[in-house]
């Protein structure tokens, strides 16, 4: 087991010697999420990444990050409105390629998976004015705090300028008790983002 692990660190070592653009990237921007049997709400997310350039020949990175992301999603029944509205803080890892146009213009796919750690998490519903919640993480809470998914992106690079769309896919049914039968809740959300990499 020694053996595999400094083997992986001296692999890992000798790529970075050869590095060409390790570097922090900053990412903000505007999330449509939803649900499993809901529609979309509004959110948003903010965070970085670290670049790591695999290989000096392939312009192929390892992009591992922190998130804070707003997600959820809202419906309206029988004249009630229901919002849930839950916030993650997010570990991506991602794997891209850098398609380089020219010496200005770069075009960049992106895919991994992400975890995520619910921070707080809110169930709301309204009728004829009257409006209540309840709290949906922690021990008396109805949906589990962890989350997982697969990211999939798109961007385009204007120098070190980068702006893209994606989609996170939940892979978790979030209900703690869930029985046959019940519906489903994973979290669903495309994104807009934009950021600069330094």
């Not at 975890?115 to 309840?134: C, E, M, N, P, R």
């Not at 990211?151 to 029985?179: F, M, Q, W």
Request: proline fraction near 4%; charged fraction near 15%; glycine fraction near 12%.
């Amino acid at each position: 087991m020694k053996k595999i692990c400094l083997l992986i660190v001296l692999v890992f070592l000798g790529l970075n010697v050869h590095a060409q653009d390790n570097g922090f990237s900053v990412r903000a921007g505007v999330n449509i999420a939803s649900m499993t049997n809901y529609n979309s709400k509004l959110g948003f997310h903010v965070g970085g990444f670290y670049r790591l350039q695999l290989t000096s020949k392939v312009p192929v990175f390892f992009e591992p990050g922190l998130m804070l992301q707003f997600k959820g999603g809202k419906i309206t029944r029988d004249g009630t409105s229901y919002t849930q509205s839950l916030t993650y803080l997010e570990i991506p890892a991602m794997f891209s390629y850098r398609f380089r146009i020219n010496d200005t213009w770069a075009i960049q796919p992106a895919l991994g998976p992400y975890f995520a750690f619910g921070i707080t998490g809110t169930y709301k519903w309204s009728f004829l004015g009257q409006t209540d919640s309840v709290e949906q993480f922690g021990s008396d809470g109805a949906l589990k705090r962890g989350d997982m998914g697969l990211k999939i992106a798109l961007g385009a690079l204007i120098n070190r300028i980068y702006t893209g769309i994606g989609y996170d896919l939940g892979l978790v049914n979030l209900p703690k008790n869930y029985e046959a039968g019940d519906p489903k809740f994973k979290n669903g959300s495309f994104y807009i983002t934009a950021g600069y990499n330094f």
